[in-house]
């Protein structure tokens, strides 16, 4: 009954400014609000290069200086969909496109980052969706592992310092 538990739900902000969006939490069950995956170090290390490593804590430290400047992570998937055939991956991100509009429009972002090129379009749609007048400004991210991870923590820690 615990996997049922959204673990993001405690860091939610009173106003979310920037509303980051994945794909799904990782079938091996690390998490980013378990403060143990490869998302949270490399948003950790953005948020570091943007404001400077004193002032934003790691652990549950940094989850609170995150949830403390308006940011919130949610997934478009309800389940992980690593170990998925790419067409149960895009069945699953086209379902989660509806429920992601609904965030966006009880939320009121100023931003989105999207954190994984892949699903831009998924996440273009359901803000279109969401605010088809006025879309809040969206980043879009390559997933930061190896290769991409530096620039992932750059894109990110710039468009954090702007």
Not at 7 to 27: D, H, N
Not at 43 to 65: H, Y
């Amino acid at each position: 009954m615990a996997e049922n538990i959204d673990p993001g739900a405690a860091f939610k902000p009173q106003r979310v400014l920037t509303l980051f969006v994945g794909e799904s939490s990782p079938a091996q069950g690390t998490h980013f609000y378990r403060a143990d995956s490869n998302l949270f170090r490399a948003v950790r290390a953005a948020f570091a290069a943007a404001f400077g490593d004193g002032a934003i804590g790691d652990g549950e430290a940094f989850l609170r200086t995150f949830k403390a400047r308006g940011c919130w992570l949610v997934d478009l998937a309800t389940e992980p969909v690593n170990r998925l055939t790419p067409a149960e991956r895009r069945a699953l991100v086209a379902a989660g496109i509806p429920t992601l509009a609904e965030t966006i429009v009880a939320t009121k972002p100023h931003a989105i980052v999207v954190i994984k090129s892949d699903i831009a379009s998924a996440v273009a749609q359901a803000a279109e969706l969401a605010a088809p007048r006025k879309p809040p400004t969206v980043l879009a991210l390559r997933y930061p592992l190896r290769q991409y991870r530096a620039e992932f923590v750059t894109k990110l820690a710039e468009f954090l310092g702007t």
